[in-house]
């Protein structure tokens, strides 16, 4: 079960400054990188992006009259997994994507970043402002709503990945804004802007690491065990495992280290077993001993 936030503690006010300041900056991106190019980036705020630009809906209300009816389904359907953050979520990104569409239209014609044609700024820049805004929103344990919710129905009744059904969903509204706009080059910009969001969103709740997990199968384990503690200084764990074409038994060894020291350890495996079979995978995240501890990342 997930730790209550005290109310008007010191976690409550930084997890509330944090979604204060990600709905700002989503909604900078809507605002200011996505409506006023036509970009359409999926979800509740592409059809509302669409609605917008055709009829003179107002963005953030918009999406807001959507919002609210789809999470309350939500909350019947699923249950109590929307939290009041979520509800928090809606109404700040609906009031500041308002307030910044209504200064952008005013003072800049419309065109805010002044860009006219260059089109591929807007979705590039304008998926890595959403993807830091909805980062920093995840990070509250919130959630931006709409095209989330709506694939997580569908995944109970479907048994598809909630992955698949994302996609799906942002490309059936993507598909949508090429049909209103009648323009082939909307739906290529807006994927852009999609696959950018994901990778900064990735980003932001990882954060950068150059940490390295390793996977080292040897005949002298018992030699790179001694290495990895006395000259690389890190601890390991050490698997038992079976050869699939063999039979035989082997010592699997699993430690994770940073990228200096992965070119460090390959050296001393070369010297010792230059038969060794390695695997060097990328570690989004490392908490525990040695790194950042979990009770560091999640202190009240």
Known sequence: ML???KIFSKQWFLSYGMLVLGTFILSLGYAYFTSPYRIVPGGIYGISIILHNTFGFPLGLTALVFNLPVTLIGLKILGPRFGVKTFVCFILTAVFTDG???I???FYGGDPLNLHDEVLLASVFGGVVMGVGVGLIFKTRASS??????ATI?????RMPLGQQLIIIDSCVVFVGFLVFQDWKIPLYSLITIFVAGRVIDFVI????????LFIISDKSE?????IIDDIQRGGTILNGQGMYSGDEKKVIFVTVNRKEVVDLQQYIHGIDPLAFMVVIEAGEILGQGFKSLEKK???
Do not use: C, H, P
């Open 3 to 5: 730790a209550k936030e």
């Open 100 to 102: 910044l569409t209504y």
């Open 104 to 106: 952008a239209d005013t």
């Open 145 to 150: 709503g709409g095209s989330d919710v709506v």
């Open 154 to 158: 569908l995944t109970k009744y479907t």
């Open 206 to 213: 990882r954060g950068f690491s150059s940490e390295k997990t």
């Open 223 to 227: 030699e790179i065990r001694k290495v």
């Open 298 to 300: 999640f202190e009240k």
